[in-house]
């Protein structure tokens, strides 16, 4: 499975963005889907996963209420929605799929998306 996550770019606190994740392959339902980030000078950390059918979604605390995770299995995509944007969010964000059931470790994800930038001005 090869990923291709676009969408970031710069906003200003209060503000939203939807990142997209696109999966090739014919085998994107089997995987669940997660995002993760990583800010200059800190370790990656889990930010959201869905199931494979979508059905049940996952969160960081910190993201809680403010961001959404949702796929498309038909589009073999993967969105995050991100509303009220915070400084603190400001981070390079990856997709990522996982065969396992297992959803908030990175190292239990079998494959990464290259990465887009998010950057919340205050």
């Known amino acids: 499975v090869q990923l291709q996550a676009c969408g970031g770019g710069l906003v200003q606190a209060g503000g939203s963005l939807r990142l997209s994740c696109a999966a090739s392959?014919?085998?994107?339902?089997?995987?669940?889907m997660g995002w993760f980030r990583q800010a200059p000078g800190k370790e990656r950390e889990f930010v959201a996963a869905?199931?494979?059918?979508?059905?049940?979604?996952y969160y960081a605390d910190s993201v809680k209420g403010r961001f959404t995770i949702s796929r498309d299995n038909t589009k073999n995509t993967v969105y995050l929605q991100m509303n009220s944007l915070k400084p603190e969010d400001t981070a390079v964000y990856y997709c990522a799929a996982t065969a396992s059931g297992s959803y908030y470790s990175g190292a239990t994800y079998d494959y990464w998306g290259q990465g887009t930038l998010v950057t919340v001005s205050s």
């Open positions: 869905i199931r494979r059918s979508g059905g049940w979604a």
């Open positions: 392959g014919r085998t994107f339902s089997s995987y669940a």
